[in-house]
Nanobody
Framework: QVQLVESGGGSVQAGGSLRLSCGAS????????MGWYRQAPGKRRELVAS???????NYGDSVKGRFTIDRDNAKNTVSMQMDNLKPEDTAVYYC???????????????WGQGTQVTVSS
C-alpha cells in the first residue's frame, strides 16, 4: 500500500523560510504528477504547486515567485522551498501524488496526512 509522509512544517515569522518534503513508500510502478495543497481554517483546500513527471511546475498565483517545487523521480519524493512566507500562508499543507502500483492498475491519487505551517506577523 502506498503511503505519503510529509515533513518540514513548523512555525516561522513573516519573511522567513521553510522547506517541506514528502516521500512515498510502498510498491510503486509509475509516478505521475506530485504536488502540494493547503487548507486554512474555514477555507477550501487549494493547489499550492504541482510538478509533472517531466519536471514541469505549476504554481498558485499567491505563491508565484516565493515557492519552488522540485522532485526526485528516483526516490519518489517531492519538496517545496517556501521563501518570504506571509501570515496568509498559514495552513495545513498536504502532499498529493498520482501513482500506479502495478502495470495493470490505474493511476490513483494519494494524500499525505498533512503538516502544519504557521507564519506569524
Amino acid at each position: 500500500q502506498v503511503q505519503l509522509v510529509e515533513s518540514g512544517g513548523g512555525s516561522v515569522q513573516a519573511g522567513g523560510s521553510l522547506r517541506l518534503s514528502c516521500g512515498a513508500s510502498g510498491s510503486i510502478f509509475r509516478v505521475g504528477t506530485m504536488g502540494w495543497y493547503r487548507q486554512a481554517p474555514g477555507k477550501r483546500r487549494e493547489l499550492v504547486a504541482s510538478i509533472s513527471s517531466g519536471g514541469v511546475a505549476n504554481y498558485g498565483d499567491s505563491v508565484k515567485g516565493r515557492f519552488t517545487i522540485d522532485r526526485d523521480n528516483a526516490k519518489n519524493t517531492v519538496s517545496m522551498q517556501m521563501d518570504n512566507l506571509k501570515p496568509e500562508d498559514t495552513a495545513v499543507y498536504y502532499c498529493n501524488a498520482y501513482f500506479a502500483v502495478s502495470i495493470l492498475s490505474s493511476v490513483n491519487s494519494y494524500w499525505g496526512q498533512g503538516t502544519q505551517v504557521t507564519v506569524s506577523s
